[in-house]
């Protein structure tokens, strides 16, 4: 398993949804498109129970049917819950990626809402397939939040503008939605600050802080894992301002409130001693500091150092 993301029922458990693949493949680097989202339910967010999987590729011919990538549960107000999900199929060899929706009554049994993707790169602002610049279209990882005054819905995503050095164009691309059915593609939410892309991307106030967690694949180990300081939840977020939390083991973290109240993450553990694990992380306690960034306050545990930060 790797990535994960996580939705609280109305009981207080925690559901965690994943992206999966058989450990029969034998090269950890084919399971991308051999990915499906898998499920499990915790009390304390240590102990699953694993459930049916949430959802597979669809089908073929269909714009998810090669595989489905990382999204989130969103409990809607009609009480439905809302699985946002990114796809790849095969028609493109899995090179562009699109949102597309699922919906439960029950958090256990999906149906995919509608045939086609809910929310594409629009390239009035971002950039579309071009092998020239980058190996992929960057349009994935969708996170949704309502908006703080009550105005609908806000849906960020893994994008890339569609100017600049092409090393670096890696921005928080936005949607805007009345009823989580319609989008509309806004300009992204922050500037190219020299990542390529900004993957896994959440949203949260910690400590009294709006912060953007996200992550890269490039670079040192302990420097794959941001968070950028914003306004708001809404942004505009200063990616240039990005601190790194320094986990050289963990990637795709989430931040989640701990059974205590505490925030915590959780991501999945990727490669340790040069070989990939797979396996979800307890939780790992931390804190926000506007001059630190986010650190860990685990016991014992060692707290990065605050004087590196991301500088485009």
């Known amino acids: 398993m790797w990535d994960s993301w996580y939705a609280r029922d109305d009981d207080g458990a925690w559901h965690v949804f994943f992206l999966r693949a058989s450990r029969a493949l034998l090269d950890p680097e084919r399971r991308h498109h051999r990915a499906s ?59 562009v990626q699109r949102v597309g ?61 569609n100017t600049g050095p092409a090393a670096g164009r890696g921005v928080m691309g936005h949607a805007t939605s009345r009823d989580l059915l319609h989008w509309t593609v806004q300009a992204p939410l922050s500037a190219p600050a020299g990542f390529g892309h900004l993957e896994v991307p959440q949203v949260a106030v910690v400590d009294g802080h709006p912060v953007l967690l996200f992550c890269t694949n490039a670079g040192q180990p302990e420097h794959r894992i941001w968070v950028a300081p914003g306004a708001s939840v809404t942004g505009a977020w200063d990616v240039a301002a990005a601190r790194p939390y320094a986990d050289p083991h963990l990637y795709a973290p989430r931040l989640v409130t701990d059974v205590d109240g505490s925030w915590s993450v959780i991501g999945f553990l990727d490669r340790v001693d040069g070989a990939f694990v797979g396996a979800l992380s307890d939780p790992i306690p931390v804190r926000y500091h506007p001059a630190a960034g986010l650190v860990s306050r685990a016991p014992g545990a060692l707290v990065q150092s605050t004087s590196d930060s991301h500088d485009g």
């Open 101 to 161: 929706l699922a919906v439960s009554d029950d958090l256990t049994t999906w149906h995919r809402h509608g045939t086609e993707p809910l929310v594409e790169a629009d390239p009035t602002w971002y950039e579309l397939l071009d092998p020239d610049a980058w190996y992929e279209q960057a349009w994935r990882d969708p996170w949704v939040l309502p908006d703080p005054a009550g105005d609908g819905w806000h849906m960020l995503v893994t994008a890339r503008a």
């Open 37 to 95: 989202i898998g499920h499990a339910v915790s009390t304390d967010l240590r102990s699953w129970r694993l459930l049916p999987d949430a959802l597979i590729a669809a089908d073929s011919p269909g714009w998810d049917d090669l595989a489905v990538w990382t999204g989130c549960t969103v409990h809607g107000p009609d009480g439905r819950w809302y699985l946002f999900y990114t796809g790849v199929g095969r028609a493109e060899r899995g090179l």
